[in-house]
């Protein structure tokens, strides 16, 4: 695979991790002034969950407990997560210098935490996320490494 193809792949993924963000976020401001702990309880009706079990219970408790002020700072964070991924993949899809260096860093900064959850519970999807994030990572720092060294010729 060339390296702008590479960079135009991981591209495509972050501007598609943005625009699901960007939809989270739109979600979380319908549902301002809204009656957010009965949506909770019909959705967990509608799913066939045990409303009685742990994870229901705490999903409809924190939904309770959610008001507009708080649904909108949450939809303000998705926003600004989000135009942080659309950001990183404009500058990889026109093969930016600080796109690579954008993409390198913030894939950089996962690697403790998906370090400390493959120690804490060991499984194959934690394996795969940091697989995946350490050969993005790497293939960043590849393409910055080959623009510098073509830079010096």
Same mark, same amino acid.
């Given at each position: #695979?060339? %390296?702008?193809? /590479?960079?135009? &792949?991981? $591209? =495509? @993924?972050?501007?598609?991790?943005?625009?699901?963000?960007?939809?989270?976020?739109?979600?979380?401001?319908?549902?301002?002034h809204h009656?957010?702990?009965?949506?909770?309880?019909?959705?967990?009706?509608?799913?066939?969950?045990?409303?009685?079990?742990?994870?229901?219970?705490?999903?409809?408790?924190?939904?309770g407990q959610?008001?507009?002020?708080?649904? #909108?700072? %949450?939809?303000? /964070?998705?926003? &600004?997560? $989000? =135009? @942080?991924?659309?950001?990183?993949?404009?500058?990889?899809w026109h093969?930016?210098?600080?796109?690579?260096?954008?993409?390198?860093?913030?894939?950089?900064?996962?690697?403790?935490?998906?370090?400390?959850?493959?120690?804490?519970?060991?499984?194959?999807?934690?394996?795969?996320?940091?697989?995946?994030?350490?050969?993005?990572?790497?293939?960043?720092?590849?393409?910055?490494?080959?623009?510098?060294?073509? &830079?010096?010729?």
């Amino acid at each position: #695979m060339k %390296l702008s193809q /590479g960079l135009r &792949a991981v $591209a =495509a @993924v972050e501007a598609t991790k943005g625009l699901v963000v960007v939809l989270a976020g739109c979600g979380l401001l319908a549902l301002v002034h809204h009656d957010l702990q009965r949506a909770a309880e019909e959705l967990v009706r509608h799913t066939h969950l045990n409303p009685a079990s742990h994870l229901p219970r705490v999903f409809i408790a924190y939904a309770g407990q959610l008001d507009n002020a708080h649904l #909108m700072q %949450l939809a303000l /964070g998705a926003f &600004a997560y $989000a =135009a @942080v991924r659309l950001v990183e993949a404009y500058g990889l899809w026109h093969e930016r210098t600080w796109g690579e260096a954008f993409a390198a860093a913030s894939g950089a900064v996962y690697v403790p935490f998906e370090l400390r959850e493959l120690l804490r519970a060991p499984g194959l999807l934690s394996i795969l996320l940091l697989a995946v994030n350490v050969a993005i990572v790497a293939f960043m720092l590849y393409g910055l490494r080959r623009r510098r060294a073509g &830079a010096r010729r």
